[in-house]
């Protein structure tokens, strides 16, 4: 039976999580960046909500959710939406149309190569992007995703707990990013020249709109307007508001002076982090996740990557690989029957095999994200080169890869 | 004619035109560059990533005075933009040949100011 | 019994009230203030977001909702979300989960201080700004919001109208406002030095957040997807509109050109006057009262504010103070019980007690907020002191307080 | 060699850029700066609040030309930036010592242009 309700808060939902990509994530992204680089950078989150939305349905959506094969992948039994319609699929949600669901969870098909785009800023050619994001998503998001949420999945049977993504969208990307940052090398000059952010308040404004589309991707993925939809909700907004101001209050004590960009990446990081537990702890264990993330996030972006030198440009392994495995652990520790009947306890709560459910999750999509990332990022590199000239990358990609600029200097 | 070249901190900015206009020199060009010589940079903090030597912020002055005019108006920078601290800037001389006002056509010593 | 539909209206509109902090309010003062403080006047919207959050969690529902004490102030028997469950709470809302309500209101408790922060732009020293906030929402707003809107509080039982806020939060943070403009003291050059804002695009895009964020402020208000919602959404649109109008065609005659950013402030005047009343009103009465917004506003802004030379930097009181005022007391003369049989009718159909009733409520208001925002100032400028030093005002905030700035200046 | 710097209203650079190639000029960079002499500043009204007295926006040409050049190079200028208003502008000219093309080491007369 569709409910109204129900469909009218997925659809404002799916709204929602396409506004995180675009201009949620672009924006985020592109105030980070080199004036010269700030289109490169945005596009590379507009194209992908471009060429996903079409991937999804053509066969993303069946690799993801179709029915079982070897509770490893979906088959390609809907393949072009064959079969998916109006009616509810029980499986995933009973009270709103089918194709609701699916389109719903295109936007986070969409966010999650976006997401990696972080790691490869301001040096990456863009057809060789194109190619990388749509044999990432095939080979690598629609197999995680069917494992964790896909009907017959393995790590759904096993009983791992994801309610919005922590694995299947931060975990996957994050690590993929790291390997991309490792694999890219570092910017030109990086470390030697100063690369300041161009244009902080662009990036505040992509931080807010991130934390207002994050209510449709985690209080969305109750997928209905219920009570589980307001637990999800409330520790969304509390981590995101809990890590926000542990990570300036670190930096205060650390470096001096809170910074915005340090208040904007904390709350990012919190917003991660609560994602894999929204729907399965309380507001009280929500701080708790905010403050663990904003100092395990701020280690790794500030001591463990000045530390060891790799170029993570925008931190999507530090904030979206640490805070996403750091969340499924911390749902693993904190979830409670209570709140989600249809979850489990965690080992506070006398459950300690869901502590260890939640580490071959995360310990297998790590395993599996960085292994494939690795061997695609091998095979084009060979076939079309990842990285732009040297002298391509001093004159920025605007120019070179898109033939345009952001700013005019005169009127 | 001479053409004074100043570079000085921007925060000094408002200073110096105060001082420049207590004096009537009104006639001046305003730039945003940046620049360093002695001092390496101030810090600033992207995410525990800390960015110094880079160049810093400055601002250029470009004021057009006749020879009687160049003391006083060195002296009024002097008087705004000096702090004693490292950073304060410098301050370039250079003959001017010619001066024209673009309205009317006049040249040389009525042009200026 | 929860409903569906009007829980997913709720949860929206929440969002949407998240949304006018940040980027919103943020976007729409940080567009008006000097370069060199754009970051630290986005800091306080966005860090206003974070803490009280938190504080509205852990005691601030609970004094400001929580049962009544001598009609003034909320217990703490609802301290850290205790007895605040998912079934919901019937004196507030019966068709939606309590923590729903809850957590509506809580972005309500946000925006409020955000909104005084116009008053101190260029000018706060953050710690303070911090403790101050604090101290505000938990001395002056939460005690308000009890009077207007907790069950038991004196203005409720009174039968004070306050739809969506024109007193509980444009009232009191607008002549707090005020009273910090005075304290504070004049920014460093005031009158004599030009200080046009940096970035009118910037101001431009917040205002068009806050009107968009201001239809869950306002018909979100209704707690219900219902007629009054409609009503509401309508009147807020009308008067933002009339006003915006009304105030473009003011400069025109008086000055001599309509601005892009009287536009926008006029916008947010006629939403700002408009809230109380949005739920009570007719449209027409709504383009009535968008065009005394714009009138009035302008005198406070543009005539009265030069005349007494106060620095209220941003017009957080000529806008918000002046505005609540007017729109508290037109709810008694516009409002109809044709509209909203829960209201009553104003002076102008029948009922001239009701605004008496306005009028003790935006008194007692007035004088409450402005006697303990000027003892928290006071004993705050003598433990912390109030202002930055002129050397570090001079330089800027973004600099001084958080070791950052906004843009480069090439690449 | 001279260096000529002009610095003209915003508005008028399309002009001026024009007369230049008419001219057969072509080295040139162009900045955005402020600046003000005898136009005491444009009035912007915020909410209602006067700004007066703020320097103006202006565009500064820097153009080094040969000295036979030096004569059209400021016929073009004027013919493109003069209106006869106020504010119209400034031409400043100086001695230029040296000029150097990067890219072939050329010198003097033949790195010009």
């Not at chain 1, 309700?5 to 994530?25: E, K, Y």
């Not at chain 1, 709560?349 to 292994?371: D, E, L, M, R």
């Not at chain 3, 700002?272 to 383009?287: D, H, L």
């Amino acid at each position: 039976m569709i409910n109204s309700g129900d469909t009218a808060w997925i659809l404002m939902s799916t709204a929602l999580v396409m506004l995180m990509t675009a201009p949620g994530l672009a924006f985020f992204y592109g105030g980070l960046v080199r004036r010269k680089n700030v289109l490169a950078t945005m596009m590379q989150s507009f194209f992908v909500l471009c060429l996903i939305s079409i991937q999804w349905i053509l066969w993303g959506y069946s690799l993801s959710f179709g029915p079982d094969k070897g509770h490893f992948i979906g088959s390609l039994a809907w393949i072009g939406l064959k079969g998916v319609t109006m009616a509810p699929n029980p499986d995933y949600s009973s009270t709103i149309p089918h194709l609701l669901f699916m389109v719903y969870q295109m936007m986070f098909a969409v966010i999650t190569p976006g997401l990696i785009t972080g790691a490869f800023a301001e040096r990456m050619k863009f057809s060789a992007y194109a190619i990388f994001t749509i044999f990432w998503a095939t080979l690598v998001y629609d197999p995680v995703c069917h494992w964790v949420w896909g009907a017959g999945g393995w790590l759904r049977n096993l009983g791992a707990l994801d309610f919005a993504g922590g694995t299947v969208v931060h975990v996957s990307s994050g690590m993929s990013a790291l390997v991309c940052a490792l694999y890219l090398g570092k910017r030109r000059g990086y470390g030697r020249e100063p690369m300041p952010p161009h244009n902080l308040p662009l990036t505040i404004l992509g931080a807010s709109l991130l934390w207002f589309g994050w209510f449709g991707f985690n209080a969305g993925s109750a997928l209905g307007s219920n009570e589980l939809a307001v637990w999800a909700f409330i520790a969304t907004n509390t981590a995101a508001a809990a890590a926000g101001l542990t990570w300036m209050f670190i930096e205060w004590k650390a470096t001096g002076k809170p910074t915005i960009l340090g208040g904007a990446t904390g709350a990012v990081a919190g917003l991660v982090a609560v994602t894999p537990a929204a729907g399965f702890v309380s507001p009280l264990s929500a701080i708790l996740i905010g403050i663990a993330v904003a100092f395990v996030c701020y280690t790794a972006v500030a001591v463990v990557k000045l530390k060891l030198a790799y170029d993570d440009s925008l931190d999507a392994f530090g904030v979206h690989g640490i805070g996403g495995t750091l969340g499924a652990l911390l749902t693993g520790l904190l979830a409670q029957k209570l709140i989600n009947p249809a979850g489990n306890n965690g080992l506070f709560f006398g459950n300690p095999k869901q502590f260890g459910i939640q580490a071959i999750g995360v310990v297998a999509t790590i395993a599996y994200s960085v292994t494939v990332t690795f061997i695609l990022l091998k095979i084009i590199d060979a076939i079309v080169g990842m990285r732009v000239p040297d002298e391509e990358e001093v004159i920025g990609l605007d120019i070179t890869q898109h033939e345009e600029s952001a700013y005019t200097l005169l009127d | 004619m001479k053409l004074i070249t100043a570079i000085i901190q921007p925060h000094k900015l408002e200073d110096v035109l105060q001082e420049l206009d207590k004096n009537e020199i009104h006639l001046r060009t305003v730039s945003d560059v940046i620049g360093c010589g002695r001092q390496k940079g101030r810090t600033e903090v992207y995410r525990g990533r800390k960015e110094t030597g880079g160049c810093l912020k400055k601002v250029r002055l470009e004021i057009a005075v006749n020879e009687d005019f160049v003391q006083p108006t060195i002296k009024a920078i002097m008087a705004a933009a000096k702090t004693g601290n490292i950073g304060d800037g410098k301050i370039f001389i250079t003959d001017l040949v010619e001066c024209i006002r673009i309205r009317t056509g006049e040249k040389g010593q009525e042009a200026i100011g | 019994m929860i409903n569906s539909g009007d829980t997913a209206w709720v949860l929206i509109s929440t969002a949407l009230v998240m949304l006018m902090t940040i980027p919103g309010l943020a976007f729409f003062y940080g567009g008006l203030v000097r370069r060199k403080n754009v970051l630290s006047t986005i800091m306080q919207s966005f860090f206003v977001l974070c803490l009280i959050s938190i504080q509205w969690i852990l005691w601030g529902y609970s004094l400001s909702f929580g049962p009544d004490i001598g009609h003034f102030i909320g217990n703490l028997s609802w301290a850290g979300l205790r007895n605040v469950g998912l079934a919901p709470n019937p004196d507030y809302a019966a068709t939606i989960p309590h923590q729903l309500f809850m957590v509506y209101q809580m972005m309500f408790a946000v925006i409020t201080p955000g909104l005084i922060t116009g008053a101190f732009a260029e000018r706060i020293k953050f710690s303070t700004y911090i403790v101050f906030t604090l101290l505000w929402a938990t001395l002056i707003y939460d005690p308000v919001c009890h009077w207007v809107w907790g069950t038991g509080g004196w203005l409720k039982n009174l039968g004070v109208m306050d739809f969506a806020g024109g007193i509980v939060v444009h009232i009191t943070s607008g002549v707090s406002a005020l009273v910090c403009a005075l304290v504070i003291g004049k920014r460093r050059g005031y009158g004599r030095e030009p200080m046009s804002p940096h970035n009118l695009t910037l101001t431009v895009l917040g205002a068009g957040l806050l009107w968009f964020g201001w239809f869950g402020f306002n018909a979100g208000s209704a707690l219900s997807a219902n007629g009054v919602a409609v009503s509401a959404f309508i009147a807020t649109n009308t008067a933002a509109a009339a006003a915006a109008l009304t105030w473009m065609f003011i400069e025109w005659k008086l000055v001599s050109k309509p601005t892009m950013l009287g536009g926008a402030t006029g916008a947010v005047a006629g939403l700002a006057t408009i809230t109380p009343a949005s739920g009570f009103v007719s449209p027409f009465a709504a383009i009535i009262i968008g065009i005394m917004a714009a009138v009035i506003c302008y005198i406070a802004v543009a005539v009265i504010k030069l005349k007494f030379t106060y620095d209220d930097s941003l017009d957080a009181f000529g806008v918000h103070g002046v505005g609540g005022t007017i729109g508290a007391f037109a709810t008694g003369l516009f409002a109809q019980k044709l509209i909203n049989p829960a209201g009553a009718n104003g002076l102008f159909f029948g009922n001239p007690s009701q605004l008496m009733v306005q009028s003790i409520g935006i008194a007692a208001t007035v004088i409450y907020s402005v006697s303990v925002t000027f003892v928290i100032l006071k004993v705050l400028d003598l433990v912390m002191g109030l202002r930055v030093s002129d050397e570090e005002e001079v330089i800027g905030l973004d600099i001084t307080q958080h070791e950052e700035s906004a843009y480069t200046l090439l690449d | 060699m001279k260096l000529i710097i002009a610095i003209v209203q915003p508005h008028k650079l399309e002009d001026v850029l024009q007369e230049l190639e008419k001219a057969e000029i072509h080295l040139k960079t162009v900045t955005n700066v402020l600046g003000c002499g005898r136009q005491k500043g444009r009035t912007e009204v915020y909410r209602g609040r006067k700004e007066t007295g703020g320097l103006l926006k202006k565009v500064r040409l820097e153009i080094a030309v040969n000295d036979q050049f030096v004569k059209p190079a400021i016929e073009a200028i004027i013919r493109g930036a003069k209106t006869g208003n106020i504010g119209d502008g400034k031409i400043f000219i100086q001695n230029l010592d040296e000029c150097i093309r990067i890219r072939t080491e050329e010198k003097g007369h033949e790195a010009i242009g």
